[in-house]
C-alpha cells in the first residue's frame, strides 16, 4: 500500500500503524520520498531530518512489535513549522540571521510530539520570523501553492500549509500571530486551528508577538487537527501564560460533529467580516456553507462586532511593538550571524547594527522599525496604550457576540491565493488578508479554518469558525458536522481536486 | 571635555556652609534565593563562567521567564521591612536596552507598577541621632551577567580591545530601592548616605533574604546628588555615581560629589545630569559616557508574564513573621538594659550587642554583661586582633562567671583567671574553679592559721595596732592574702585580724 | 506629506540596532506613514473610560517553585557563539564601560 500511505489523513494512517497494515518506517519512508518528488517545485521544507525521522519511526515500529502501550498517533510523521526549536535540528525562523542555528533544547510541543514518537520530517518555510502572508518574505525563497504553482501558499506558515496540501506530511505544525495558521489553512484547502491563547505552550516558539502568538494543528482533516492539538495542549509549568487546565475534549466534539447534527447550535455570522472587500467566489461559498449548517440544524443569526473595524489598526501596534522587544536579542553576540561593519571601529553597539542591518530582510527591519517606534519615548500611550483599549473593546464584542451564538463564523480571507509579487510591494494590501483571523488573536479566542469549496478562480475558500476562550471543542463539533456535509457533497475531500504534482524521478 | 571637568574643588566644609546637598540612593540587592529571578538555574557563588545557564538566562529564542514565587516573597519581606505599601497587583516591565551583557537586549524589570512603594526608614547616625529616610519604591528584577575586558593596552588599536560575558549572574532575582530625595542632611550628607545603606545591609541579613557581601556584589549603591543654595530653592541638578560599593567608598564618593559640584557652580555653570564613575584609588569621580538612547528605555507590560497579586492573607502572613529591624531592636534593648546613648553606641560599634543580649538572657545584668564584654573581652579581643565574638568564650560562660562573683565565690582577680582557662579551652568556669582550685577561701580555719603565722612574724606592727594605730594592718592582711595565693577573701581577713589582735 | 522624516526614522533605527542603507531610510519614511496613520485611527475609540488589555486571559501569580533545575551543558551554552574564549563568550569592544 506504499503509493497510497501518503494520501491517508493521519487517523486513517494511524489505524493502519495499529493495525500493522504498514510500518512506521514505511510511512515515514514514503512521505520522504514524496517530499524528494515534489519538494523541488514546492519548496515547502527548508530541513529534511530523514534519518532522525526514520529512526524515530524505527524505535516506533520496534516498541509496537514488543507490544507497548503506544500514543494513537505513534509512528504518523510530522512536519514542524521552522519557528518552533527543535534540539539538533535547524532552526531559522525563515531568517538570515539564524542560518545554521542549531538549537540546544526542544520547545513543549516538540518535546511531547517526541515523547508520543511522532517522526519529524523536516522544518517547513515561512516568512521570515513568522512576519508576513504569503511566504514571500522567507529568507531562504517562496513556497508554491500546490494549487497553483505561481501563487502564494499563504503565510506565515506557507510551509507547513503546503506540505500538507501537497500530501509531503499528514500532520504539520503552525504558528497563529494574525492568522498565520487559519490564511494558508483558507488558501491551500487545508484545516488549520489556532487554539485558545494558552491552549498550547509557547515554550520554545520563536516569540514574535509575545500576547498574540500561539501554536496549532496543520491537517487535512478537522479529526487530525483534533487528534494533534489533543497531543500539542495544555498547560506547561515554562510558559506563565499556559492555561492551567485539561484540553477542552476536542477529538470527542470532532466524532460527535461528524454524526452530523447541529441542532441546538447557534452560529452566528459576524456582519464585520464580509461583504465589501471580500472576492465575490469567497462569499458565494460562505453563504452556501451557511446553508449547510441550516440544514444540519443549526441556527443562523447575526451579530455585530463594531469594534472590529479597529482591529488590524491595534494589531499593527501591539504586533511590531512586541516584535521590536523579542527580536532585540538577534545581536550577532551568544548566536547566529554576527557581521561587522564594512568600515570605522569594530564595537558591540557597530557589530550588532551591522548584524541587524543585514541579518533581517526587509519586512522584518519595516516592523521592527515600526514598533520601535511605537514604543519610543512620547509614543507609548497613544499606540501601543491606545491598541490595548482597542483589544478591551474586542473582547467585550466577542462577549456579546457569545451572548448570542455559540460559535461565530466568517471567511477566513478576503480572497483566494493571490499571485507571487502581487502585494509584495504594498504592505497595507498584504496586510488586508488578515483582516478576518487578527480579531482572534487579539481576544484570544479559539479560531479554526477549513476548506468549503473552490472559488470561480478553482482554487480553495476557507471557512473560519470561532468560539469563545477555552471552547475551542466548539470549533471541532461545528467543523466535523461541516467538513462531513461537504465531503459528502464533493465525494471526497476537496484536496481530491487538486492538479497532481509534477514528480522528480527518484534516484533510489 | 566637559565644563565640570575643568572647574576646581571646593573644600567640603566650605561648599556645605554654601550649598545644600540633596541625596538620593538606589540600593541594588540580590536575593539569596536558590533559583534565577525568571528560570531554573542554580545560583551560586563562583562558578565555572556559563554554567549557571538555561535557555531563558542565555536569551535563547523561543524561551520564556516564569516568575520564582520564593523572589516575590522576599521582595514583600523588604517592602515591608522598610514600612512600604505593597501593591495588590503589579507587573513587570521590559527596559529595552542594547547590551552584550544583558542577553535579550531587554532587562525585565517593573516600572510603573512596583511591587512595594511608599515606605520609610529610620537610620542611625554614629552620634546617635536618628535620621528618617523615606523610600519611593522597592521593585523586583534581574541582574545582567558580567563583562570581562580584554586588550586595550597601550600601543593597541582600540579595535583590537573585545570582552568576554559570562552569563551566569544574567537573571539573578534583584530588589531595587529607590528612595526619596533626602533633605535636610547638611554637612553630614556623606554619613546619612553611608549609615542608609548600612542599615539595608543590616535588614537584609536581618529579614534572611541575602547574604548582602557588599564586596561580593550582593549590595550595589548608586548615589544621586544635587546641590542648591538654600534648603527653601528648588532642587538642583542631579548626578548619579555608580560603582559605589563600599561603605567607606559611598562617603567618599558623596563628599568628592559635593567638592566638585560646588566648583562648578561657583564657576557659575551648570550641573551637567549624567552617569559618573567612582574610583576607589583616588576617590574622584569621572563623567561617564553621555548614551544618546539611555532615556528611551521603550518600557511596556512584559507580555510573557502575567500580573503580581499578592494576597492580603499573603502579605499578612508574611509581615507576621518579619524579624524585628535592627534599629527598633537597637533601641528596644538600650532602654531594657538602661544604658546611656554613649555606652549603646560603644556596644553596637563594638560588635557586642548580640553578645551582651545573649548574656543577659543568660541571667546576668545588663551592667554586668557590659563590663564583661566593653572591659576585659574587649581589651583581650583586641590584643589578640580579633572581633569580640570570635573569642573562644561563650555569652553563657561569661553569665556563669559572673554568677560566681555574684555569690562572692569569686573575686574578680580569680574570675579573671577563670577567664584565662575558659579561653585556653579547659571547659566552662565551673570546671575552671574545680581543676584550678580557684574558689575563694570562706572557711575561717585555713586563715586563722594564716594570720597567726603572719602576726607572730610581724611583733612590731601587732603593738602599733594595739596602740590604736590601723594603718599598718595592710601588710598583715597583705601577707595573709599572698599565703592563700589571693584565695581568701580580703575583709574577712581584715574582721579576723582585728579580731585576732584584740582592738 | 510625511509625518515621520527621514530623521525620525534613522533616530528609530539607531535605537533598534539596525543599519539602514539611505534607500531603505527613504522608503521606510514612506511606509511607516501610511500605517502610523491608519493605526491613530485607534486613538478614535480609545477613550480613557476604556481598561487596556495587555493579556488575553486573565490569569495572575503564575510562580515557580525556588528548585534548581540541571544548567545548559556548557557545549550547548557556547554551542552557537559566534566567537568564544575560555568558556566564555567573545564580544566586540563595548563602548562607554570602565
Known sequence: MTQDITRLSASDLASALRNKDVTSVEATQAHLDRIAAVDGDLHAFLHVSSEEALATAAEVDAQRAAGAELHLLAGVPIAVKDVVVTKGLPTTAGSKILEGWIPPYDATLVERIKAAGLPILGKTNMDEFAMGSSTEHSAYGNTKNPWDLDRIPGGSGGGSAAAVAGFEAPLAIGTDTGGSIRQPGAVTGTVGVKPTYGGVSRYGLIAMASSLDQAGPVTRSVLDAALLHELIGGHDPHDSTSIDEPVPGVVAAAQQGAQGDLKGVRVGVVKELSGEGYQAGVSARFDESLDQLRALGAEIVEVSCPSFGYALDAYYLIMPAEASSNLAKFDGMRFGLRVEPAEGPVTAERVMGATRGAGFGDEVKRRVILGTYALSAGYYDAYYGSAQKVRTLIQRDFAAAFEQADVLVSPTAPTTAFKFGEKLDDPLAMYLNDIATIPANLAGVPGMSLPNGLSDDGLPVGFQILAPAKADDRLYRVGAALEAALESRWGGPLLNQAPELKTTELAR | ?503 | MSTISRDEVARVAALARIDLRPDEVARLAGELDVIVESVARVSEVATADVPATSHPLPLTNVFRDDVPEPALPIQDVLAGAPQQENGRFAVPQILGEE
Not at chain 2, 217 to 241: C, F, I, K, M, W
Not at chain 2, 254 to 283: C, K
Not at chain 2, 325 to 338: D, N
Not at chain 2, 354 to 380: C, F, H, N, P, Y
Request: charged content about 25%; some cysteine.
Open chain 2, 1 to 503: 571635555m566637559t565644563a565640570a571637568t575643568t572647574t576646581g574643588l571646593v573644600a567640603y566644609e566650605d561648599a556645605v556652609r554654601r550649598y545644600d546637598p540633596v541625596l538620593g540612593i538606589e540600593v541594588h540587592v540580590e536575593l539569596g534565593t536558590l533559583t534565577k529571578m525568571f528560570c531554573a538555574a542554580e545560583v551560586a557563588y563562583g562558578g565555572e563562567p556559563n554554567t549557571q545557564v538555561t535557555p531563558v538566562s542565555l536569551g535563547l529564542p523561543g524561551a520564556l521567564p516564569v516568575v520564582n514565587g520564593k523572589a516575590v516573597e522576599y521582595a514583600i519581606r523588604i517592602g515591608l521591612a522598610l514600612n512600604c505599601s505593597i501593591a495588590e497587583s503589579c507587573r513587570f516591565a521590559r527596559k529595552n536596552y542594547f547590551y552584550p551583557d544583558v542577553p535579550k537586549n531587554f532587562q525585565t524589570s517593573q516600572y510603573d507598577e512596583p511591587i512595594a512603594f511608599d515606605g520609610w526608614i529610620d537610620i542611625e547616625l554614629d552620634d546617635g541621632e536618628v535620621f528618617r529616610v523615606e523610600i519611593e519604591r522597592a521593585h523586583m528584577e534581574e541582574d545582567a551577567g558580567k563583562n570581562t575586558h580584554v586588550g586595550g593596552a597601550t600601543g593597541r588599536i582600540q579595535g583590537a580591545e573585545y570582552s568576554l560575558v559570562d552569563y551566569n549572574r544574567a537573571g539573578i532575582p534583584l530588589v531595587e530601592i529607590v528612595t526619596r530625595p533626602i533633605e535636610g542632611a547638611g554637612e553630614r550628607a556623606p554619613e546619612v548616605a553611608r549609615a542608609y545603606v548600612q542599615t539595608l545591609r543590616d535588614i537584609f541579613r536581618t529579614l534572611d533574604v541575602s547574604e548582602a557581601k557588599m564586596e561580593r556584589g550582593n549590595v550595589r549603591a548608586d548615589v544621586n546628588l544635587s546641590l542648591r543654595p538654600t534648603p527653601e530653592s528648588p532642587l538642583g541638578t542631579r548626578t548619579e555615581t555608580k560603582n559605589v560599593n563600599s561603605f567607606r567608598s559611598i562617603e567618599r564618593a558623596v563628599r568628592y560629589e559635593v567638592s566638585r559640584q560646588a566648583g562648578v557652580l561657583d564657576a557659575g555653570l551648570t550641573v551637567i545630569q549624567e552617569t559618573r564613575h567612582f574610583h576607589e584609588e583616588d576617590g574622584t569621580t569621572s563623567s561617564g559616557r553621555v548614551k544618546s538612547d539611555a532615556e528611551d528605555y521603550r518600557y511596556f507590560p512584559e507580555p510573557d508574564l502575567v500580573p503580581v497579586a499578592p494576597s492580603r492573607e499573603w502579605v499578612e502572613e508574611i509581615r507576621a513573621t518579619l524579624p524585628e529591624m535592627p534599629v527598633a531592636r537597637r533601641r528596644r534593648l538600650q532602654t531594657e538594659w538602661g544604658y546611656a546613648d554613649a555606652e549603646m553606641r560603644d556596644v553596637v560599634n563594638a560588635g557586642a550587642m548580640d553578645l551582651i543580649e545573649a548574656t543577659v538572657a543568660a541571667g546576668t545584668s545588663a551592667a554586668g554583661a557590659r563590663k564583661w564584654w566593653m572591659g576585659e573581652l574587649a581589651r583581650r579581643a583586641n590584643q589578640d586582633e580579633v572581633a569580640l565574638e570570635a573569642l573562644a568564650v561563650t555569652p553563657e560562660q561569661i553569665a556563669q562567671l559572673q554568677g560566681l562573683v555574684d555569690s562572692g565565690r569569686l573575686n574578680d582577680k580569680l574570675a579573671r583567671q577563670v577567664l584565662d582557662g575558659v579561653l585556653a579551652g579547659e571547659g566552662d568556669p565551673e570546671a575552671v574553679v574545680a581543676a584550678r582550685g580557684l574558689e575563694i577561701v570562706s572557711d575561717d580555719g585555713p586563715l586563722l592559721a594564716a594570720i597567726d603565722e603572719a602576726l607572730a612574724a610581724q611583733p612590731d606592727i601587732v603593738e602599733k595596732v594595739r596602740g590604736g594605730n590601723q594603718g599598718p594592718i595592710g601588710a598583715i592582711i597583705g601577707a595573709v592574702m599572698k599565703a592563700t595565693k589571693g584565695q581568701a577573701d580580703a575583709k574577712r581577713v581584715r574582721e579576723l585580724v582585728l579580731d585576732r589582735i584584740g582592738s
